[in-house]
């Protein structure tokens, strides 16, 4: 049987991952400023990750939520604890796109309204009501095509604005990410984010966080929405919630009361991914992660600033993006092939390093003099590599 197409695929096969590396079938080391896509959040296979999972699984991995199951209050508790929001309340699913699902679908119960309000370049999943809110024409089906969704630019504070003043009380929800991943890390201001709380109070619509990719540690605090200093009603969480095990989860203001609706999922924190989460945020609280996340990158965002020819340098955290000029349109895949170094895209030319929050500074120099080795090949006109391995 033949694999569907999903992404483009090269000939690597990565069989082996221990912190910020990889290793390939034919032994060869990779390091991994992708962090598997902004997954990898205490590093690939943490012994105590591994271990936590394995014993959890001795135990029991599964019974149906119907039953009460311990382990995901322990969650809960750590993660009111780690995140700073105690008096929120947690719901379980399996996948960023569910939880950003439910938190849509939550926040049309409370306030019984149907507009959300999104913004361009915005990547929220790919179900019904989360891909209708995402700007990617290529991923949004007929079917998912709804007048409900409302495209305004990003960081346009004058068109948030207008659009509240005169549609504001059919307004639901507005929906955004601190820092937009999939669209080409671009941070949202912080005084954007402080007029969605406004408005949101003032219409009493619903201010729904995603932190699937910007969160969970990743620029030093907890929600990168944290830096413009304002609380969401809503936040959803999957990426490095599980550090590579699928569990992801909505965390909700107190006023959202639970009388107003039903969710619901068969596997949603589920033992086996609770004890997964759970020892994620064991990790990051015991091994300052945040701060680590922080600390190495602002080294990395300093380090890159001063190469000039990479432009609009962004991000936060380890969180960071940059433009590449047509001369170096071969930069990400020369990285890979010939430096052995994972790093991401946007479109349409845009490189993103989401690695592990546990990047040393020694790893971010392996990327760093690679980077810059392989910007000076490519500025003086070598050719590019033909061959992938
Ligand atoms: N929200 C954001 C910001 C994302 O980056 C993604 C995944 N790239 C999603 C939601 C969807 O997550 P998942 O693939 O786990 O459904």
């Given at each position: 049987m033949k694999l569907f197409d999903v992404y483009p695929i090269n000939d690597i096969n990565i069989v082996k991952a221990k912190g910020s590396y990889v290793w390939d079938d034919k032994g060869n080391e990779y390091v991994d400023m992708y962090g598997g896509h902004a997954v990898i959040s205490i590093g690939h296979t943490h012994p105590y990750w591994v271990k936590r999972i394995e014993e959890q699984l001795e135990q029991i991995a599964f019974y149906s939520n119907s039953i009460k199951i311990p382990i995901q209050q322990k969650l809960a508790d750590k993660l009111g604890e780690v995140s700073g929001k105690k008096d929120y309340q947690l719901f379980l699913c399996n996948s960023g796109a569910e939880a950003n699902e439910n938190a849509l679908k939550l926040a049309s119960f409370y306030n019984g309204r149907k507009k959300i309000i999104s913004f361009s370049k915005a990547f929220h999943g790919r179900t019904s009501l989360a891909v209708a809110v995402t700007d990617n024409p290529s991923i949004v089906a007929p079917v998912n095509e709804t007048e409900n969704a409302i495209f305004l630019p990003f960081n346009d504070k004058g068109a948030l604005q207008n659009y509240f003043e005169k549609n504001g009380d059919t307004v639901c929800a507005v929906i955004?990410?601190?820092?937009?991943?999939?669209?080409?890390?671009?941070?949202?201001?912080e005084s954007f984010l402080q007029l969605i709380r406004k408005l949101c109070n003032e219409y009493n619509a619903v201010f729904i966080a995603d932190?699937?990719?910007?969160?969970?540690?990743?620029?030093?605090?907890?929600y990168?929405?944290?830096?413009?200093?304002?609380?969401?009603?809503?936040?959803?969480?999957a990426k490095g919630m599980g550090n590579g095990f699928p569990v992801a989860g909505i965390s909700i203001a107190p006023h959202i009361h639970s009388k107003y609706f039903m969710l619901g999922t068969t596997f949603g924190g589920n033992h086996l991914a609770c004890a997964a989460a759970l020892a994620v945020l064991e990790v990051i609280e015991k091994e300052n992660l945040m701060s680590n996340a922080k600390e190495v990158g602002d080294y990395l965002f300093s380090e890159i600033e001063r190469i000039s020819e990479l432009?609009?340098?962004r991000g936060k955290g380890l969180m960071i993006g940059f433009d590449v000029t047509p001369e170096l349109k071969d930069l990400k895949k020369n990285l890979l092939i010939k430096h052995h170094i994972f790093t991401g895209e946007a479109k349409p030319n845009v490189i993103r390093l989401l690695p592990s929050l546990a990047l040393t500074k020694a790893d971010a120099d392996?990327?760093?003099?690679?980077?810059?080795?392989?910007?000076?090949?490519?500025?003086?006109?070598?050719?590019?590599?033909e061959k992938v391995i």
């Open positions: 955004i990410e601190g820092i937009q991943g999939v669209g080409g890390i671009n941070v949202a201001s932190s699937v990719q910007c969160g969970y540690g990743r620029t030093g605090k907890f990168s929405h944290d830096y413009a200093g304002v609380d969401a009603d809503i936040y959803t969480m432009k609009n340098l392996k990327f760093l003099s690679a980077l810059r080795e392989e910007i000076s090949i490519l500025v003086k006109g070598l050719p590019a590599l």
